[in-house]
């Protein structure tokens, strides 16, 4: 089993849709979670993380954590032609006083029709 | 608002060749990092870097790659003898905590 899995897609929506990105993981381990988005050729963007289990809003963006479950969503409100890209979750273990690797997400390609 | 930069953009080698991508990580940050990306495939973890040595490195990071911070500002990744298998894009990223930023990348490709 890979450590993290998500569906690459392609997922297109209409303008003003909702999306959910989501991601399953098998390491116990993993405490942080995170998305970034990545537009074509250019470095991964943070959008936002969670430490362990729950919700995390900012703006149209809400990032939910089920450690019982090993599975991470991303939904994007009122979703803009603006948010096309490839979206990655990444997670990484408990910090021992450090910061720890990201394990990433293939990531999902997404494309929002006008 | 701070940014991590990388340069070069792309840089073309031939294979058994030395090339060094050099980061310019956020200033205040503490920890460094290398991943990269080959075309279609996922980020993956190179190296971190804390305290002027490596904290960890990956299955990746052979005898062949080393990272260096030579002054208070650089960060480089140094491949001493390219392999066609290295082209991919390199991205250095930093953090001073979870957050981890990352770089526009520089794509590696060897010929």
């Known amino acids: 089993q890979k450590e993290v899995e998500q569906d690459p897609g392609p997922l297109s929506v209409p303008e003003g849709a909702i999306v959910s990105l989501n991601c399953t993981y098998s390491?116990?381990?993993?405490?942080?979670f995170m998305w970034y988005r990545q537009y074509s050729r250019k470095g991964p963007e943070l959008l936002m993380y969670?430490?362990?289990?729950g919700n995390k809003e900012d703006g149209r963006f809400t990032a939910q954590v089920d450690k019982s479950s090993k599975y991470i969503s991303l939904f994007i409100r009122d979703s803009q032609p603006s948010d096309s890209a490839t979206y990655l979750c990444?997670?990484?273990?408990?910090?021992?006083?450090?910061?720890?690797?990201?394990?990433f997400g293939k990531g999902t390609k997404l494309t929002v029709n006008p | 608002e701070p940014e991590v930069t990388q340069t070069p953009s792309h840089q073309v080698t031939q294979m058994g060749q030395e090339v060094i991508l050099r980061c310019v990580p956020i200033?205040?940050?503490?920890?460094f990092y290398w991943y990269r990306q080959i075309l279609g495939q996922k980020v993956e973890f190179l190296v971190s870097?804390?305290?002027?040595?490596?904290?960890?490195k990956s299955e990746i990071f052979d005898d062949q790659f080393s990272v260096e911070r030579p002054d208070g500002s650089n960060f480089t990744l140094k491949i001493r003898s390219t392999k066609l298998e290295d082209s991919a894009m390199y991205f250095c990223?930093?953090?001073?905590?979870?957050?981890?930023?990352f770089g526009p990348g520089t794509r590696l490709t060897v010929t």
């Open positions: 990223a930093s953090s001073e905590g979870v957050e981890q930023y």
């Open positions: 390491n116990s381990a993993f405490q942080y």
């Open positions: 969670t430490y362990s289990s």
């Open positions: 990444a997670m990484s273990a408990e910090s021992q006083g450090g910061s720890e690797k990201l394990v």
């Open positions: 200033s205040n940050h503490l920890y």
């Open positions: 870097f804390y305290n002027n040595e490596i904290s960890e």
